[in-house]
């Protein structure tokens, strides 16, 4: 899953060396959290969140097939 967040927040921004994703485990939920520069936080985000939408719908698509939650944070 990190690496599919990852492959996606670098295909967005401008500056794709500054992308990083960690992983975490909250209880039964694996949390992604995405860090980017300030300058492509917009990018990630897009206007009224849509883009990170989109993202955290690729996402919980790809952890259905596998039976698990995955949750994405933006920071």
Do not use: F
Not at 1 to 9: D, F, G, H, P, S
Not at 31 to 51: C, F, H, N, P, T
């Amino acid at each position: 899953m990190r690496e599919l967040v990852e492959v996606i927040a670098k295909a967005l921004v401008d500056h794709p060396e500054e992308v990083v994703v960690t992983e975490k485990t909250e209880g039964n939920a694996l949390v992604l959290e995405v860090k980017v520069a300030d300058s492509d936080m917009g990018k990630v985000i897009g206007k009224q969140g849509r883009i990170a939408k989109a993202i955290r719908s690729v996402v919980k698509a790809a952890a259905a097939k596998e039976d698990k939650k995955v949750i994405v944070d933006i920071a």
